[in-house]
């Protein structure tokens, strides 16, 4: 069972910068990807943001050019750099893993319990 846990999430005003943390007990570099969602009330789940241990990268449109994922594998750490945010960034922001479990099987998702995000002035 790999569990996940994120922090840095809080309050920030419009055009501010925020870093999440995602710690992992598994070992990183067994993990085939890992990345963000967030949920906003009363909206879907929607993907903001993934690495691969390729490190292939994939961002939302709406975050592209302000946010960066990336991932420490020495600390078994992934991280969110949001930049310039705005109030529909708002949100519960959940971090995921992605593993392997045999050929031919599909991939296995892990979930955090996720930290908030709110910007407003």
């Known amino acids: 069972q790999v569990q996940l846990v994120e922090s840095g999430g809080g309050l920030v005003q419009p055009g501010g910068s925020l870093r999440l943390s995602c710690a992992t007990s598994?070992?990183?570099?067994?993990?085939?990807?890992m990345g963000w969602y967030r949920q906003a009330p009363g909206k879907q789940r929607d993907m903001v943001a993934s690495i691969t241990n390729g490190d292939t990268f994939k961002y939302a449109d709406s975050v592209k050019g302000r946010f960066a994922v990336s991932r420490d594998n020495t600390k078994n750490m992934l991280y969110l750099q949001m930049n310039s945010l705005n109030p529909e960034d708002t949100a519960v922001y959940l971090c995921?893993?992605?593993?392997?479990?045999?050929?031919?099987?599909?991939?296995?998702?892990?979930w955090g319990q996720g930290t908030q995000v709110t910007v407003s002035s």
């Open positions: 598994e070992n990183i570099d067994d993990i085939y990807r």
């Open positions: 995921y893993a992605a593993i392997f479990t045999g050929p031919s099987s599909p991939l296995k998702f892990y």
